[in-house]
Nanobody, 120 residues
Framework: EVQLVESGGGLVQAGGSLRLSCAAS????????IGWFRQAPGKEREGVSC????????YYADSVKGRFTISSDNAKNTVYLQMNSLKPEDTAVYYC?????????????WGQGTQVTVSS
């Protein structure tokens, strides 16, 4: 059974930082691209970042480039999203997803999400 468990969300002031974690199980971690999407109330899903666990090549949405960094620890089957210089518009529920190379409504699996709230 595929499981993706996110953690690390919370409330932070604008300009602050958070690190999200996604612990993955139930599939061969190295075979898939794992990443993050977010959804704010009343808004469409947005693919935020994606990493190919095999070669480490990352993708970032334009809205987060230069502020967010994705990384993976293949020994721990865990993907991280370091979020710096957070803005109020980053407020959303953040989900870990496989296979993040697909469009934001075509992922095979995703977790329960973790809330990120950025106050101004």
């Amino acid at each position: 059974e595929v499981q993706l468990v996110e953690s690390g969300g919370g409330l932070v002031q604008a300009g602050g930082s958070l690190r999200l974690s996604c612990a993955a199980s139930g599939f061969t971690f190295d075979d898939y691209a794992i990443g993050w999407f977010r959804q704010a109330p009343g808004k469409e899903r947005e693919g935020v970042s994606c990493i190919n666990s095999n070669d480490g090549s990352p993708y970032y949405a334009d809205s987060v480039k230069g502020r967010f960094t994705i990384s993976s620890d293949n020994a721990k089957n865990t993907v991280y999203l370091q979020m710096n210089s957070l803005k109020p518009e980053d407020t959303a529920v953040y989900y870990c997803a496989v296979d993040c190379r697909a469009g934001p409504y075509d992922y095979d699996y995703w977790g329960q999400g973790t809330q990120v709230t950025v106050s101004s």
